[in-house]
């Protein structure tokens, strides 16, 4: 049982990336999927989350509008559309999975970085 999320990298601030959180060795449908941020010597933040079909989301007030969580459960994947990217928004970026709400995550990928200069 694995979750890997990719797709971090360097961008300029106002650029865009999409992370990916992918599954392997589980049902990916029987759970929710969250993405968590750490900036250095910041404790995580929670990011995003989104619903078992992808009905119901939602985000932080920090990224409201400028990011976009979304599922793709036939190819047991999440994804986070990051756009108008800011400095702030650095942070090694984990997604994380649970089996229902109100519980905790008990599967965590290995995070991605994201690094974004002024």
């Known amino acids: 049982v694995q979750l890997q999320a990719s797709g971090g990298g360097l961008v300029q601030a106002g650029d865009s990336l999409r992370l990916s959180c992918a599954a392997s060795g589980l049902t990916f449908s029987h759970y929710l999927v969250g993405w968590f941020r750490q900036a250095p010597g910041r404790e995580r933040e929670f990011v995003s989350d989104?619903?078992?079909?992808?009905?119901?989301?939602a985000y932080a007030d920090s990224v409201k509008g400028r990011f976009t969580i979304s599922r793709d459960n036939a190819k047991d994947a999440v994804y986070l559309q990051m756009n108008s990217l800011q400095p702030e928004d650095t942070a090694v970026y984990y997604c994380?999975?649970?089996?229902?709400?109100?519980?905790?995550?008990?599967?965590w990928g290995q995070g991605t970085q994201v690094t974004v200069s002024s």
């Open positions: 994380a999975a649970r089996r229902a709400k109100y519980t905790e995550y008990t599967l």
């Open positions: 989104i619903s078992w079909a992808g009905v119901t989301t």
